[in-house]
C-alpha cells in the first residue's frame, strides 16, 4: 500500500464520503453541515450520515464555522432606507439581535420586490436564518410569499393577514393624540393628510383622527386627502388643501417627511403656521425642531418597534411560535409640543 493511500484512509475527505454515499460532493457537505435549505430524501441523508461514521470523516473546523456564521446573519429588509424614522428602527433591530448573537445585513426593498428571483436564490442557499420586513404599502404582499417560503419572516408595522406574526405600532392612538392636541387648542376644522391609500398604518391613523373629531359639536367635518409618504407626496397634498372652499385651521399629516412637504408649500403661498394654519405631525426625529417652523409631533416608540420586530423572529428560530405579533402600547405614543400648532385663527381676532 503506497504512502498516499494511506494518508487518505488515515484522514478521509469529503469527496471520499460523498463517493461512499454515492451522492455529490455539494450534497454530502451540506448534509453534514445541517444545511437547512438542502433538499434530499431521508435515505440518500441517512448514507451520507453512515458513510461518515465509517470512514471517520471529520469536517474541517474553520471551513465548517465559515458556512455555519452564514446562518448566524438576520435580513431586514426596509423600505425608504433614507428616512430618519426608520433609522432608529434599524437601531432596534441591530441591537436586540447582536444580543442574541446574530449579525443584522440590510437590503432595500424596492430593489428587491423589482428583482424577486435574485431574493429567492440568495435565501435558498440558506445563507440567512430569518428575515425582517419593513416594507412599503404595495410591496410586502409578493415579499412575504418569496420569503416565508424559505426563512422564519417578521413584519414591521403591517398587515400579512396571519401568514407571517408583525410587531406594529398603535397608530389609531398616535392618530387621535394629534388630533385631540388640535382640539384642545380649540380647533374644530381640522384636516387630515394620510399615506398612500389602503395603507393599513394610514387607515389606523386615520382613524385615530376621526375618533377625536366625534367629539366635538360642531365642526366641518373630517376633511382626508390620501397623499403618501414622501416630501412631494406632502407638498401634493398641501396643493389639494388650498384648493379647498376654506382653509381648514389645522392639519394632521400621517408621516413627519410628508409633513415637510406640506410647510413648503404653505411657505411658499404665504399662508402663516401656526398664524393661518397649525400643523402637527406624526413621528419624530432630529429634522422636527430645523424646519422653518419648528414642528409638533406625536413620537412612537420606534427603537422599541425594531427590538420587538427583532424578538419574535428570534422567539420562533429558538422554537417558540410568534403568534399573530405584538401591538407595541409601552411606552405609549408622545406629544412633543413644537412652534408649529396654536389657537385657530378665529379665536385671537
Known amino acids: ?189 381640522v384636516a387630515f393628510v394620510g399615506g398612500p391609500e389602503g395603507s393599513i398604518t394610514s387607515l389606523g391613523r386615520q382613524r385615530g383622527y376621526e375618533d377625536a373629531l366625534r367629539g366635538i359639536e360642531r365642526g366641518a367635518g373630517a376633511q382626508m386627502i390620501n397623499a403618501g409618504w414622501t416630501a412631494e407626496h406632502g407638498e401634493a397634498a398641501a396643493n389639494a388643501i388650498l384648493n379647498m372652499p376654506a382653509l381648514p385651521t389645522a392639519i394632521v399629516v400621517a408621516n413627519l417627511v410628508t409633513a415637510s412637504g406640506v410647510l413648503a408649500v404653505l411657505r411658499s403661498v404665504g399662508v402663516r403656521v401656526p398664524h393661518d394654519v397649525s400643523v402637527v405631525a406624526i413621528h419624530d426625529a432630529w429634522l422636527a425642531k430645523y424646519l422653518t417652523v419648528p414642528l409638533t409631533t406625536v413620537q412612537l416608540p420606534l427603537f422599541e418597534l425594531g427590538e420587538t420586530a427583532a424578538g419574535l423572529l428570534l422567539d420562533i428560530l429558538a422554537g417558540k411560535s410568534g403568534g399573530q405579533g405584538a401591538l407595541i402600547t409601552d411606552p405609549p405614543p408622545r406629544l412633543i409640543v413644537r412652534e408649529s400648532t396654536a389657537a385657530p385663527r378665529a379665536s385671537r381676532t
Not at 49 to 64: D, T, V
Not at 98 to 105: C, H, I, K, M, N
Not at 123 to 133: D, K
Open 1 to 189: 500500500m503506497s504512502a498516499a493511500t494511506k494518508k487518505r484512509e488515515a484522514n478521509p475527505t469529503l469527496r471520499d464520503v460523498a463517493s461512499r454515499a454515492d451522492v455529490s460532493t455539494t450534497i454530502a457537505s451540506r448534509v453534514l453541515n445541517d444545511d437547512p435549505a438542502v433538499r434530499v430524501r431521508e435515505e440518500t441523508r441517512q448514507r451520507v450520515i453512515e458513510a461518515a461514521k465509517e470512514l471517520g470523516y471529520a469536517p474541517n473546523s474553520i471551513a465548517r464555522s465559515l458556512r455555519k456564521s452564514r446562518s448566524d446573519a438576520i435580513g431586514l429588509v426596509m423600505h425608504n432606507l433614507a428616512s430618519p424614522m426608520n433609522t432608529t428602527v434599524l437601531e432596534g433591530v441591530r441591537g436586540r439581535c447582536a444580543e442574541a448573537g446574530y449579525v443584522t445585513l440590510l437590503a432595500d426593498s424596492e430593489q428587491l420586490a423589482a428583482e424577486s428571483s435574485r431574493l429567492s436564490s440568495f435565501l435558498a442557499r440558506g445563507r440567512l436564518a430569518g428575515v425582517i420586513l419593513h416594507v412599503g404599502h404595495g410591496h410586502h404582499d409578493t415579499l412575504i410569499e418569496d420569503v416565508s417560503r424559505h426563512v422564519p419572516a417578521v413584519l414591521v408595522n403591517a398587515d400579512s393577514s396571519g401568514l407571517v406574526p408583525s410587531a406594529r405600532l398603535d397608530d389609531v392612538s398616535a392618530g387621535r393624540t394629534a388630533a385631540e392636541h388640535l382640539i384642545a387648542l380649540g380647533h374644530t376644522d
